[in-house]
């Protein structure tokens, strides 16, 4: 497979991936074994493999038992006039000798077939010149490299899914854990004013804001509980687990790493991705078919060997065995322009996979360059909503102080209140985008390191 260089291989993931999340490569591992897609995929790979042995043993010779026993009666006949050449011998030396020595006979009459016959043979047939063998295993060679280019492809595809699918999750339970601070804030914050209110501190429409506040939190929070379990299904459909198996909670996500450059993304991406691996199989098979198509207006040459036994009956003596060699010379001359048809459907073929392989080829650099500025703007994001948060937090701190001690009204407070939680929703939401959109950048750019199977070795 092609590979640009191995230190700028590792030096990009290096700086993609400064630290492995062993409950996720956990999950992954888990992906690669038992996706049933996956499984479809491999399938298919099993597929070309045993395609590739059935092309590479045409070279062999194929050895065949055949026996024929064959019963007869009636059909044609063969008249054998012995009587009408020797009679007229006879008839002269019976008169010379002047006696009877010489009787007359009958013409003969045989049947074409015998009622009884057997034959029984091994027979042995060799290729010795057959370019169409070579290049239809060479064919089914590349063919085989492409279809486990598109397992890889795909198993790469599936590491993004789960990557995805589990960081969606973890936001969820980011996002259920500040709810349930939030919940804790707003029914502390019920109890006061409900005090208040007894106290004649304040009016019943307080109580009622707040206790609309936590009404609103709920619906959140109904928002929040109905994401994580598709999450955790999705997830899970991945790993084709059942949907409610229990997902793993990571307390602490991994850093932001440094983002590469553009240049570098598109070289290690031109450098990784099995789908312009894919395109180059299919390229040299289609160049293996048109010289196939090519090599179908040259001789083949095959040698047959047999030896068996002959006869009315299974006898084994040395006069019923037989032996015949003989080498066949098989040459088309003429099939009424056929072959040259197949030789230009082939360069049509091969062009359109020649312009296909341009197409993936820039929608690869198409996929980089929009996976690079989506990651960039990311983390762009992730510094200003960081900023935000602090801000929010810090300025709720200061109302809720002044709320306490009266100094400003319920409606700045809850305003206070919900800017800092959307703000730290915001965060959370940010920081796991962020990493959603690193999956895809690493997927893109093929840095992410596959694990190795034996079944998928090329040879």
């Not at 999340?21 to 049933?36: A, M």
């Not at 070279?59 to 008249?79: K, Q, V």
């Not at 392989?357 to 980089?368: A, C, G, M, Q």
């Amino acid at each position: 497979m092609r590979r640009i260089s191995v230190l700028l291989h590792f030096i990009g993931f290096s700086l993609l991936v400064s630290g492995q999340d062993p409950v996720l490569e956990e999950y992954i591992r888990i992906g690669l074994e038992n996706n049933l897609a996956l499984q479809q995929k491999k399938n298919n790979y099993a597929k070309s493999m045993e395609a590739l042995n059935q092309a590479r043993s045409y070279y062999f010779p194929a050895i065949s038992l055949n026996a024929r026993y064959t019963l007869a009666e009636g059909g044609r006949t063969i008249d054998f006039p012995v009587g009408d050449m020797l009679n007229p011998v006879y008839s002269t030396l019976n008169y010379l000798t002047n006696t009877n020595a010489f009787p007359q006979i009958e013409n003969q009459t045989f049947n074409f077939y015998r009622p009884h016959e057997q034959e029984t043979k091994l027979e042995l047939f060799q290729p010795i010149i057959n370019p169409a063998i070579g290049y239809n295993y060479k064919i089914s060679k590349e063919l085989t490299k492409a279809s486990n280019a598109d397992l890889n492809a795909f198993r790469r595809q599936l590491v993004s899914d789960i990557k995805t699918a589990y960081f969606s999750y973890q936001k969820t339970i980011r996002l259920k854990d500040l709810v349930n601070e939030t919940r804790a804030l707003l029914e502390e914050n019920i109890r006061v004013n409900k005090s208040l209110y007894k106290n004649d501190k304040v009016t019943i429409d307080v109580v009622y804001r707040s206790e609309a506040e936590l009404s609103k939190l709920e619906q959140s929070e109904a928002i929040v509980i109905k994401n994580k379990k598709m999450a955790a299904s999705w997830l899970n459909f991945l790993l084709n687990r059942p949907f409610d198996t229990e997902i793993k909670r990571v307390e602490s996500a991994s850093l932001m790493t440094e983002l590469i450059s553009l240049e570098n993304a598109e070289q290690l991406a031109f450098g990784n991705r099995e789908e312009l691996d894919l395109m180059d199989y299919y390229l040299k098979a289609g160049e293996y078919k048109l010289k196939l198509n090519v090599s179908n207006g040259y001789p083949d040459i095959f040698a047959a060997l047999n030896y068996g036994i002959q006869g009315t009956n299974y006898t084994f003596t040395k006069d019923d065995d037989f032996f015949l060699g003989s080498v066949v010379l098989r040459w088309n001359i003429f099939k009424g322009r056929e072959n040259r048809a197949k030789i230009n459907m082939a360069k049509i073929e091969l062009n359109n996979i020649k312009t296909k392989k341009n197409e993936v080829s820039d929608k690869i650099r198409l996929e980089v360059t929009e996976a690079y500025y989506n990651l960039e703007a990311a983390a762009k994001y992730v510094d200003a909503v960081k900023n935000e948060s602090k801000s929010a937090t810090k300025a709720f701190n200061v109302v809720s102080k002044k709320y306490a001690e009266g100094m400003v009204n319920l409606v700045e407070f809850i305003d206070s209140r919900t800017t800092m939680t959307t703000a730290q929703a915001n965060l959370i939401i940010a920081r796991f985008e962020y990493k959603i959109m690193e999956a895809e950048f690493e997927r893109v750019i093929g840095t992410y390191i596959l694990p190795p199977e034996q079944n998928y070795l090329l040879f």
